[in-house]
């Protein structure tokens, strides 16, 4: 069940939020579909016009590091690979053509505020993904550092799992673990800065990485949307609460009062939660784009 024109090619993955299709053998095309992911469990409601908000955010944040990392994205004729015009064009504002890699099989996260799970995990042991953090800090607190705090990346429905720098080294490699820490930590300063002077707060992010049969890594999948990062509006951030968000978090919060197990089949979202979910993305959308 899609909601968006199927292309006429192969699909050789089904994500929470985005479908993978094969080109060729070097060439892929991923689709960002309207459905909405919380704790790793799809929900039942799609955001109409989600897909596209969070492709044209991604292929603007992948031309902003191109000093620092590679990144997958390749130029094509979508009419062409398709054979329809018609159709590419109706797709084209929810898909990218990208270069076919290897994923990794972690997500790379970085904090620069305490919030959502790593407040959870600061409360419980004064850490998070083994990185030691000062005592007395309070929900919403600016760390004085951005921190790396990788997890694993699960199957669909399954939770991705917390890990320590020592336990991604020994999935990936020393040396490429290295590598992903920096260009995640310097990819997230860059763009902290940039949203920041916009009015934008990007209090934690997670980024996707692949490499290919040279071993070179590139910056993949979606990159500093609404759905992989926690973005506050800065003239509203206060120490010791939660702060309203530009993203996800907002579905978050409401499922939070629900009766829920955070296990599959996620409940409905009622039409008000949708439109206000939708219309946050479209304030951030204009926040970080608008002059870019």
């Known amino acids: 069940m899609t909601d968006y024109p199927v292309p006429p090619l192969p699909r050789i993955h089904q994500g929470k939020v985005r479908d993978i299709y094969r080109v060729d ?8 579909s309207d459905r909405l992911s919380a704790f790793d469990v799809i929900l039942p409601d799609p955001i109409p016009g989600k897909g596209e908000m969070l492709t044209r955010i991604s292929r603007f944040w992948f031309t902003q590091f191109d ?3 590679r990144n997958h994205l390749i130029e094509g004729d979508l009419g062409e690979i398709l054979g329809d015009s018609g159709l590419a064009a109706r797709l084209e504002p929810r898909s990218m053509l990208v270069r076919a890699l290897k994923p990794l ?3 790379a996260i970085v904090r620069g505020y305490l919030a959502g799970s790593g407040w959870k995990d ?3 042991d004064g850490a998070i993904s083994g990185v030691k953090l000062p005592k007395g800090l309070k929900q919403a607190a600016r760390l004085p550092e951005p ?3 990788p997890s694993t990346k699960e199957q669909t429905g399954d939770h991705d799992q917390n890990i320590d720098f020592n336990r ?3 999935l990936i490699g020393p040396e490429l673990a290295i590598r992903v820490r920096d260009v995640s930590l310097a990819i997230y300063l860059r763009a902290g800065a940039y949203a920041r002077e916009r009015g934008i707060i990007i209090a934690d992010t997670k980024f996707e990485f692949g490499v290919d049969d040279e071993g070179h890594l590139y910056l993949i999948d979606e990159v500093l949307t609404p759905d992989s990062s926690r973005f506050w509006p800065e003239d509203q951030w206060q120490l010791g609460i939660s702060p309203p968000s530009f993203d996800k978090q907002f579905v978050r919060d409401y499922l939070e ?3 829920w197990d955070k296990k599959p089949p996620g409940p409905t979202i009622p039409p008000e939660i949708i439109e206000q979910t939708m219309a946050r993305y479209r304030q951030a959308a204009r926040y970080l784009l608008e002059d870019a």
């Not at 053998?25 to 960002?32: E, G, M, P, S, T």
């Open 25 to 32: 053998d070097d060439r892929l095309l991923i689709v960002a």
């Open 257 to 259: 009062t629900l009766d």
């Open 168 to 170: 991604m080294q020994e």
């Open 105 to 107: 099989p972690i997500e």
């Open 122 to 124: 600061y409360q419980a």
């Open 67 to 69: 000093d620092l990392i």
């Open 147 to 149: 921190i790396f705090t």
